[in-house]
């Protein structure tokens, strides 16, 4: 009894020793902030309804982004990201502005969980400068206060911020070349990045430069939500749209925004 007592008591010593010498697994999480074009629509966007027959295949390339964020990946990026792993949260949402966004409260719930080391990916400037729909508007100086508003405070939890450009839309195209469609608010963003020492993304000319090597046709045929009736459940009669990505374009959108996160490393 005695010696099953002591072989015991060792193997509680010996297990107590292994744990204190395994370092446990750190993970950093992703913040995604902006709007349609980030957001993730399989997770339940709205909930109750199924992505494959309400949405599909319309795709953010935040939905896809966390494929890039793998092992091997993090050690291209391992002076932003300093931990075993990443967490891809992805908070966009469609029709939202850096105005709405902050005004529903979709601010608030991101910078109540921030934690020092964690990284805020804001993409916004598609419904900012919609001028003909109010309820979303935001004038340049407006945008760059929100923006400044999100950076300082994630940077008082001791996170990092990421500017990033609004992607490109699939229009306007001049002689072969797709063209900046979001007017001055690429340039707000570059301008505050400026200001406030802010790592930043130049997505909308990445994108722009991408698209142009691949021509009009197939961008929007492969990346767009272009395609004829009949194709999917959830678009009976097609789809003319070229702000939204289909999930090959998701993808590619993702792969240039990390192409841009190694770059600042």
Known sequence: MKLKFIISLMCMVLAFLIMSFIKPKSKTTIYLIGDSTVADYANNYEEGKDYKKTRYPVTG???VFQQFLVADSLKKV???IKTDSAFVDDRARGGRSTRTFFQEGRWRSVYENLKKGDLVLMQFGHNDAAEDRPERYVNLEGYKEFLRLFIEQTRAKGAKP???TPVARN???KDGKLQNIHGQYPQAVKDVAKELNVMCIDL???SIDFF???GQPYVSENYFMNFPAGLYEAYPDGQKDNTH???KGAIEVARLVFEGMK???
Do not use: A, D, Y
């Open 78 to 80: 391992n002076k932003l």
């Open 61 to 63: 390339w935040g939905q």
């Open 212 to 214: 142009t090597k691949k």
């Open 162 to 164: 990421i500017l990033i």
């Open 245 to 247: 990505f289909q999930t």
């Open 263 to 265: 770059e600042l490393n």
């Open 204 to 206: 909308t000319q990445k």
């Open 171 to 173: 229009f306007p195209w």
